[in-house]
Structures are given as C-alpha cells and as structure tokens.
C-alpha cells in the first residue's frame, strides 16, 4: 500500500480492517501514562536512581545508557530512553519473593502461574533447590551447591551443556564459554539460536562477519529504511526516532510485514513532544503486506524489476561481488506468476518498493524477526542482502545491512565465543592462552541440546538467564526434554516459568543474582550497532538477601573444575582481569583492555562498513541465490479435525505483544493491537467468517502438537491467510520445523487450524 498516495490517514485504507479497540496512532499517551505512573509511584525514586545510573538499558540491543548516562546514546543525543527500559527496570526493583511463596506451595502448585503471575512474585533473593521426590524448593547453602555442581560437571564432556540469554554481560559470557571449553565441551546453546541465528549464517558467508554493517551514525546519513519483519514500534522504540528523523529529512520507509502494525504507521515519540507525541508522525511511505514465509519471493521480485528495468548496478556488482551472475539469472528465470502468487503482493507494489529503492541514494534494509524465525530464513537474509549488493547499497557510510537484534547484549554472547561456531581467530587464541589445542566437538545449538536431552544425552545443565523451557516449541518436549538431564542449575534475577516446568531429574537448583545495575563490579555489554557500553558496579535494593555475581559464581564453579593453572580463576573474579583476557581473545576488542582507566566506551573495530571491501578471502561480499519456498499449509484433514466443523487453516505468527519481555509477560493486553487479554488470535475478518467466526467468538486453535481452547477472535489488520498469536503460550501447540542452515525455528509460520469452540467446552 502506498501512503503517499493517501493524504488522510484517518480514512488510510491501511486500517480498515482495524478493530475499534485499537488506537490510530503508536507510542503517544499511553507511554507518558505509564512514565508517571511508574516514576511517580513509591518506586518511583528507586527507578529515576537506576534510570539515572551509568549502566547499559537492560531491555533491547538498540542500546543505550552506559557511562553517557542513563538517557543519552552513542551520539551524545538526549531524551534517548524509552518506556520498555523503565519496565525492564520496574521488574527488577520489585520486593523479594516471600520465603512462603516456597514453603507453603508445592511445586504442582506453582506450576499453575502464569508467566505473568510468576514475574510478579518479585526478585529471587537466595538459592535453592529441588531435590528428586521433594515437592517443594528448599533453601540451600553455597557450599552445597558447589559440590553438587562440581559433581554434576564432573562427566563426559558431550554430556553437559549450557544455555544461556543476552541479558548477562560480556565477562560472565567469556567466562561461561571458557569454562565449558576448558572441559572440551562445545555445548553452547543460547538465546540467539531461537532468534538472529540465521543473520549471523547468512551475513558471515555473505561479507565475512555476522554482525550489522550500520552504526547509528550511519543510519542517520541514509534516505531509505526498508523494514522488514521487524515491530521497532514495540521492540527498539529508539528506532522510531531514527525513522521519524529520516522522514523529516525527506527520506522513505518501505514496511513489509504481513500485519499492519500501527505504530508503523503513525507513531507518537517523546523524544520529539511537539511535532510528534499527541498528532502522531507517519512512518511507512509504503507498506507490503507479505504471506508470512514469503520475504525472499517479495526480494526476488523487486530484483526482477530491476533487472528489467536496467537499474543494476553492475559495475558494483562486477567489482565488489561473487556468484551475483546467478543471483540474476535466477531472478530473472522466475515468472512475476510465481513471485506474485508465493508473496501475495501484487506486481504493481512489488515495482513501488523498487522504484523507491533504487531512487534512493542510501538505502538501510533492518529486519528482525519475521525474517529469521521462518524455515527458510537463511535464504531470507541472502535474498535482503542480495538486493543491497544489486542496488550498490553495501560498504558505504549511511547504507547497509543491519539485522536489529534482541536482548540487551545478545551479540556481545556471540562476540565472546558463546556459540558452538567459534570462529578459527578466537580458537586458536583460546588455545594460545590455555596452552594446548582444544578438540571440541560439532556441539548443541538450543534446538540440539533439546533433542539431545530428550534422547537421554545431556546429565548436567546451566542456564545463565534465560527461560530455556518456555522460549522453545512444543513445551511438553520441552519439559520432558529437561526433566531426562540429572542437575539443571539456573542463575536467574527473576522466578519464570522455566523454574517451575524446566526441572532437572535429580536436581534443580536456581540461584539469584544482580541484575546489570547492581553488580558489585563493573560490567560491559554490546548493542547491536557493535558499540560496547561499560557500567558501574551498584547497589541492590534487596536487603539481607543472598545474592551472588555472575562472575563471582563462574569464577567459583571453574576454580573447582579446573584449579589455578594455567588460569587463575579466582583472580578473574576481579572483571578487570577478564577483560583484559578479552582483549587479548576477543577480534575487535583490543580497546576493552583500556576501559577501566579511560572509560571510554568504543565501537568494535572491524565491523562498521564505509568501502565496499569485506573479510572475505577474496575481500569481495559473496552472493547466493534464493529458490522461493513452497508454502502450502496442510488440509483440515491433516489436523484430523472432521469436515461437519467449519474452520480456517491460517499461518500463525507467534509473537511479542506490547508489554512482554520474551517469555515474560508484564501487561496482559496489548492496547495498539486491540486485544484484550493473552489468550487471543487476531485475524483478517475474511479468513474469520470462512470458518462462521464473528468477532470475539471462542474458538480452538490447533497445531501439530497441540491446542489452545477458550481462544478469543479478535478481528485485525492482518493479511487474509495469517493470524497472530502470542508467544510463549502459543508454543504449547507446535513442533519445531527449523532452518536447517541455522537451527532457527519457524516461529512466524505455524501451520494451525482455527474453528469454533465445541458448545459442550463453553
Ligand atoms: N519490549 C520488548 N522489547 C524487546 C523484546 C520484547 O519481548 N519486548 N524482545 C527482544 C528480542 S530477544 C527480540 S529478538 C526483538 C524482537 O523484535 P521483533 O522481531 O520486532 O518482534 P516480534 O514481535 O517477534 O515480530 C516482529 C514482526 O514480524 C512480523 N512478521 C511475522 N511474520 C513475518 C513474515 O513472514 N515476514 C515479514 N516481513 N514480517 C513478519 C510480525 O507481524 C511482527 O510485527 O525484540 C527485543 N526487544
Ligand atoms: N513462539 C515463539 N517463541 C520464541 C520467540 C518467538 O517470537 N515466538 N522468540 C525467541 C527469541 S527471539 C528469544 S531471544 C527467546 C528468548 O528466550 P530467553 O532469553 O531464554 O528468555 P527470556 O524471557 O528473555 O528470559 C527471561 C529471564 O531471564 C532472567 N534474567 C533477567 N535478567 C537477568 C540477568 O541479568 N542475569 C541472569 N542470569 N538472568 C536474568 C530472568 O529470570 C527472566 O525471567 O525466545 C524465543 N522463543
Ligand atoms: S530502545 Fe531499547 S535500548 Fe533504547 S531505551 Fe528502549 S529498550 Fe532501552
Ligand atoms: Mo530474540
């Protein structure tokens, strides 16, 4: 849909569909509503002390915060924080959980909670555990816990695993993987692998290195922003402000997302209060509406017409690129039938978003997760960076690839070796550091070590944050899957549900430590535009409680695997010393050994592309053609549900709703969605009353590995075929279908069939 075309926006076509519960505008009141109610609140100073604090924003890896301070990015600009930081911030300064929340309930008992009813227990404020037979968590001394520990990693290498989430910082990150590698075990499952898995794969074959090409200096310099599969309205509120700038510079926003996401099309920031946060400012000049799993048709086809319409860059392409050859004789041998009919859109807008790409001068193309969870979504990333390479949009300063990544320090997990890829520089410096060679193993990525333990293959795991259980698919698996490993150790601030369903067979053990902003101890961390922030060692607001470091925990646990030589482990519970391993391990981090005397926060070298020259062996970006996938759904057949029900087979999309963290439920509508509670499916009104479905009807949806009853039909702004649904609850009823390439499940396309509550189960 063109926006430019329409002049009205309250009549934008666009949101036609729209229920009446949802606003016309993102962002805007709500998120000052929420400010002064969190700020002005008995908690209120606590947060404006944390806010204010120099540490790193502890929510999403467009980062901010760190030694600037708690409200100015990279760029020295002000007003830079956003609302999802102080619910980041609000979640962690809530009260202990009361000791009787342990001893009064059994754990069947506490399995009942809700993700949402689980976060607001409060902080986790000492260690314990669940003993084999015991029905409920018991308190547990640290000397315990390290025997047991020491005993459960005491196996065969292959035999123990870890996982871990980007919410931990770069020295408990190193730490980990040293640790484990140090045991010969490549075990290294992590967050990643359920989400910019794929961008890395791509990106590293591609230009030889798996991170964004774009600083934020950059962005501000380009004239186009293509996003694709990405809810920054939602995810990375900062980004707004990105695109709100560049439209006033005249610059385009090409959206591609199969939902019409209203912050995407109208969004009041704060950070500009006059022009923007009561009247909204547009976002979207063009807004394509895939079928979900469709991205690489949509970028075949915008390459196809130019192609046809000469508008190569082929010189670029001669000097800079390989395999591009290929990449447009496949193009050009797919019909438009073929394209058209595998995305759903239509040539015409096809040709727009072309016309706008190549008629700009810069072009950025973002994506997050519509991309990368999809079973071809390696593909999907080659298909967005062939179309940069094509339009000479790489390796030059305001133009680029810029995969916009999760959590916190999700890269910098990556950055430090957390990944059973480890790259050949950072081995064979490990290897110089330890003084031997290290044999490791193919090792568990998530969906790996899932299936390893279901197979009775993995006796010990540690999870540094996180929530393993509820982020995978098919959460009986999951369960059942953990429940065959002897000892699961969690270090967690929080209680989730994890804690509660992901117990170990002999042991569970989960110990509270600092979130980022209190560690005694300085930490660092990095955002997804590889800049690394520091912050400050602080203070927690949990008196007389039990809390450890992650380092201080690591460093214990690793003293007593593996003694004092030829690492002195004890030594590295001063951080400063694992950063200055870092520097010497680490590609691009040399600077880190510096920052603790100059503070000097630093982009990683290496990484920020300006000249169309990439470390590849060839120093050329290295292109690959994209076959388009088959999406066909399976038949109501397939689901066994019988012909008399009238019902839809959709592609669900699970998804974040406006106020969760992950698997961590804060609010339990999403207002700019216009649905009421979790347990709703949005869907186009047309596939609705296909299966006799009126609005707010009860209906079940059905997946391959389950089902979710009582669900209410929300009408919404999504294309026919599709449907959202929100994760983690949604992934009860779905198996895993993963991207061979890069282990990633398809969570943006999951076959499920919709029809009307049975009258008996109302
Ligand atoms: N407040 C908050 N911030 C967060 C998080 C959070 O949970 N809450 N999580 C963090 C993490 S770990 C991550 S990974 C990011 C996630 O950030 P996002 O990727 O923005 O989050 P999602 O809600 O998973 O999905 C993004 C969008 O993909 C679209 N989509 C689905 N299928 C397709 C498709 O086939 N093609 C296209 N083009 N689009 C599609 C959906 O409609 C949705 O708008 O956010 C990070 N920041
Ligand atoms: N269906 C579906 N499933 C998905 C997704 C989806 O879009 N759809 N998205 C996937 C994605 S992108 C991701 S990244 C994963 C997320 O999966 P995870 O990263 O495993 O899960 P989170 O919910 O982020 O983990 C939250 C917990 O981390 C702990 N925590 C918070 N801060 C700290 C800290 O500083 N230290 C420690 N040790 N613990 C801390 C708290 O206990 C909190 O409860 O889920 C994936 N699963
Ligand atoms: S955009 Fe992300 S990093 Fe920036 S303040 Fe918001 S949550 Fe924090
Ligand atoms: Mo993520």
Redesign the pocket.
């Known amino acids: 849909m063109d926006l430019d075309q329409t002049t009205d926006n309250q009549s934008n076509p666009l949101l036609e569909d729209k229920n009446d519960a949802t606003p016309n505008i993102g962002g805007s009141l709500p998120i000052i509503e929420y400010w002064a109610k969190h700020t002005l609140s008995p908690e209120g100073a606590k947060l404006w002390q944390t806010l204010l604090h120099k540490s790193a924003c502890l929510s999403c890896a467009w980062g901010t915060g760190g030694q600037k301070g708690g409200f100015t990015n990279e760029n020295g600009e002000k007003l830079q924080r956003c609302m999802k930081s102080v619910e980041a911030i609000s979640a962690e300064i809530k009260p202990p959980v009361p000791v009787s929340i342990f001893t009064e309930n059994t754990i069947e008992q506490l399995q009942k909670l809700t993700s949402y009813e689980a976060?607001r227990l409060g902080r986790l404020s000492f260690p314990m555990i669940l003993r084999e037979g015991q029905s409920h968590y018991d308190r547990i001394s640290w000397q315990e816990i390290y025997n047991i520990a020491t005993d459960a990693f005491q196996k065969q290498p292959e035999r123990v695993a870890s996982y871990s989430?980007?919410?931990?910082s770069n020295e408990a990150a190193y730490l980990l993987q040293l640790m484990m590698r140090v045991l010969g075990s490549n075990n290294l499952a992590d967050?990643s692998d359920?989400?910019h898995a794929p961008s890395t794969t791509a990106l590293k074959q591609m230009f030889g290195f798996g991170t964004s090409m774009v600083s934020l200096e950059n962005l501000e310099k380009s004239d186009c922003v293509v996003l694709i599969g990405s809810n920054p309205a939602y995810n990375h509120p900062r980004l707004m402000n990105e695109l709100i700038k560049l439209r006033d510079r005249g610059g385009k926003v090409i959206v591609i997302n199969p939902i019409v996401e209203i912050g995407l099309v109208k969004f009041g920031s704060p950070a500009f209060p006059i022009k923007s946060l009561l009247t909204g400012s547009d976002i979207a000049n063009l807004y394509l509406q895939p079928i979900p799993g469709s991205d690489v048709a949509l970028f075949v086809g915008i390459q196809k017409y130019l192609i046809e319409q000469g508008l190569v860059k082929t010189a670029y392409l001669q000097a800079h690129t390989e395999g591009w050859e290929a990449v447009l004789e496949s193009a050009t041998s797919t019909s438009w039938e073929t394209i058209t009919n595998t995305c759903g859109v239509t040539k015409s807008e096809i040709e727009s978003a072309a016309k706008v790409i190549s008629s700009s001068q810069l072009v950025v193309f973002g994506w997050a997760?519509g991309v990368t969870?999809q079973a071809n979504s390696v593909d999907n990333v080659f298909s967005i960076a062939n179309t940069a390479l094509i339009t000479g949009n790489a390796g030059k300063a305001g133009a680029g690839t810029m995969p916009i990544r999760?959590?916190s320090n999700?890269q910098g997990f990556g950055s430090m070796g957390v990944t059973i890829h480890l790259k050949k520089e950072i081995k064979t410096a490990l290897e110089k550091l330890l003084g031997r060679s290290l044999e490791l193993a193919s090792g568990y990525d998530t969906r790996k070590l899932i299936e390893a333990a279901d197979a009775g293959k993995v006796d010990t795991l540690i999870c540094?944050?996180?929530?393993?259980f509820?982020?995978n698919?098919d959460s009986t698996q999951a369960k059942r899957a953990l429940a065959k490993i002897d000892t699961v150790i969690y270090?967690?601030?929080?209680p989730?549900l994890g804690h509660f369903h992901g117990l170990g067979k002999k042991n569970t053990i989960v110990i509270p430590?600092f979130?980022?902003f209190e560690n005694p101890h300085k930490t660092t961390s990095e955002s997804g535009n590889n800049f690394v922030r520091l912050s400050d060692e602080g203070t927690t607001h949990l008196k007389d409680a039990d809390l450890i470091s992650?380092v201080e925990f690591l460093t214990q646990l690793a003293h007593r695997l593996h003694g004092v030589s030829p690492i002195n482990w004890l030594k590295l519970q001063n951080p400063q010393y694992v950063r200055q391993l870092i520097a010497q391990t680490i590609p691009g981090y040399e600077k880190i050994a510096q920052i603790d005397a100059t503070k000097e926060e630093f982009t990683i070298s290496g990484r920020i592309f300006t000249e169309p020259k990439f470390p590849t062996p060839s120093g050329k970006a290295i292109m690959f053609a994209t076959p388009l996938p088959d999406l066909t759904l399976p038949t109501q057949e397939d689901f066994g549900v019988s012909e008399s029900v009238p019902n839809v087979v959709i592609a669900l999309i699970?998804?974040?709703s406006y106020s969760q963290?992950?698997?961590?439920v804060y609010k339990l509508h999403d207002q700019y969605r216009g649905m009421p509670h979790r347990n709703c499916i949005l869907m186009n009104h047309k596939d609705a009353e296909k299966a006799n479905l009126e609005s707010r009807a009860l209906v079940t949806v059905q997946g391959d590995a389950g089902k979710l009853e009582n669900v209410e039909v929300i009408y919404g702004s999504v294309r026919q075929g599709a449907a959202l649904m929100f994760?983690?609850e949604?992934?009860a009823i779905f198996k895993a279908r993963i991207d061979v390439r890069s282990g990633t499940p398809a969570?943006k396309r999951v076959p499920a069939i919709v029809y009307a509550q049975p009258i008996s189960t109302l």
């Not at 989430?165 to 931990?168: A, D, E, H, K, P």
């Not at 270090?491 to 929080?494: Q, S, V």
């Not at 963290?661 to 961590?664: D, E, L, S, Y």
Request: aromatic share 4%; glycine share 10%.
């Open positions: 976060d989430s980007g919410r931990s967050c359920l989400c997760m969870q999760g959590h999700v540094l944050g996180g929530n393993l509820s982020a698919p270090l967690a601030t929080k989730n430590v979130a980022r992650e699970t998804a974040r963290h992950n698997t961590v994760y983690p949604a992934n969570f």
